[in-house]
């Protein structure tokens, strides 16, 4: 039988994309040998690259299927002599990179190397594909998306409670444009239920702007997927992804989303979304936010688009074809 084996970043990484291949090596554990591990190690120093690299080393598959599914670039490094796959979701480790010798450390460690080293490459987004390829060009890159909705997320009926609706933002951290989100809501009879930690300068504008709210973090699966149910309409106003998961897993839902349009979450929204231009344009955004809220046909429009857009990212699709890449 077949081995794959998945190593994935520290826990105290956060869960985002372990649970983004969550569904997909769910649907793989029905047909073949899985085996998951997330690295001991978090950051960038030299000690905790090596450790992480021999970790993998000591883990893998030498007749199967190694795949490193995200951040941890460097664990390829764990897997020459083996069949490999990397996954990479953006070029953040380049684009945060303080200076210049960092970021010449991060190109080698964490872009050249691994691309080259990697029997298979797989950037998640074409938008992702033409940045990484700013960097380093190989023949073994290419696209593909792991990402699938969990088979938990259907379509769940829900009523929305045009009075007082609770709106669902995922995500504080900066390029999640949690403020736009919080400056357009200001005035608005709402809920805001925002999740992920807020910081404190966050608070600190949500209760100057008198924005009714509420935060959760550190969620099960089961209360996210609670969260999503008693969402009115979800919001991801985000500057910049590697993807998107909160869109499609909406959409799953039956909730109308507001995103923006840019590469990559138009592409994970679909035809006929609802789209910000400008997501730090707070009128634009107030404007959308509004009809959606008032137009029930326009609400309709949107969450119908939506759950036939998502078709595409279900598990037995993904699977089938990540089984034919290999």
């Known amino acids: ?29 029905k047909r073949y040998l899985v085996r998951e591990y997330n690295v001991p190690y978090a950051g960038a120093h030299p000690l905790n690259i090596l450790r992480n690299i021999l970790f993998v080393r000591k883990h893998r598959s030498k007749t199967g ?17 083996v069949q490999s796959i990397l996954t990479v979701h953006d070029d953040y480790a380049i684009i945060k990179a303080p200076n210049v010798w960092n970021r010449i450390y991060k190109w080698i460690f964490w872009i050249y ?25 190989s023949r073994k890159m290419g696209v593909f998306t792991p990402h699938a909705v969990d088979v938990g997320y259907h379509f769940f009926p829900h009523q929305l409670d045009k009075s007082c609706p609770r709106i669902l933002q995922i995500g ?7 403020e736009s989100t919080i400056r357009m809501l200001a005035g608005q009879k709402c809920h805001l239920r925002v999740v992920r930690e807020m910081t404190p300068a966050q608070h600190k504008l ?3 702007l008198n924005v009714n709210y509420s935060n959760v973090y550190n969620l099960t699966d089961e209360e996210m997927l609670q969260e999503y149910e008693k969402a009115d309409i979800v919001v991801f106003p985000s500057i910049y992804e590697g993807f998107g998961m909160p869109i499609m897993e909406a959409q799953a839902i039956g909730r109308a989303v507001i995103t923006t349009r840019r590469a990559p979450m138009d592409w994970v929204a679909g035809k006929d ?40 990212f279900r598990p037995e699709m993904v699977v089938e074809r990540y089984i034919s890449r290999i």
Do not use: W
């Open 206 to 208: 949500a209760r100057a």
């Open 113 to 137: 190397l691994p691309i080259k080293l990697a029997d298979r490459t797989d950037c998640i987004t074409e938008e992702t594909y033409r940045k990484v390829r700013r960097y380093v060009h």
């Open 65 to 81: 299927v190694n795949h490193v599914t995200g951040d941890i670039h460097y664990c390829i490094l764990g897997l020459m002599g």
């Open 273 to 312: 979304a609802a789209l910000l231009d400008n997501p730090l344009d707070i009128q634009e955004y107030r404007t959308l936010f509004e009809r959606l809220v008032r137009d029930d046909n326009y609400r309709a429009q949107v969450i119908v688009a939506g759950l036939e857009n998502v078709k595409r």
């Open 1 to 29: 039988m077949m081995e794959f084996v998945f190593f994935h970043r520290a826990t105290c990484c956060g869960h985002s994309i372990t649970r983004s291949f969550a569904p997909l090596i769910a649907e793989l554990k």
């Open 172 to 178: 504080t951290d900066p390029q999640k444009n949690l």
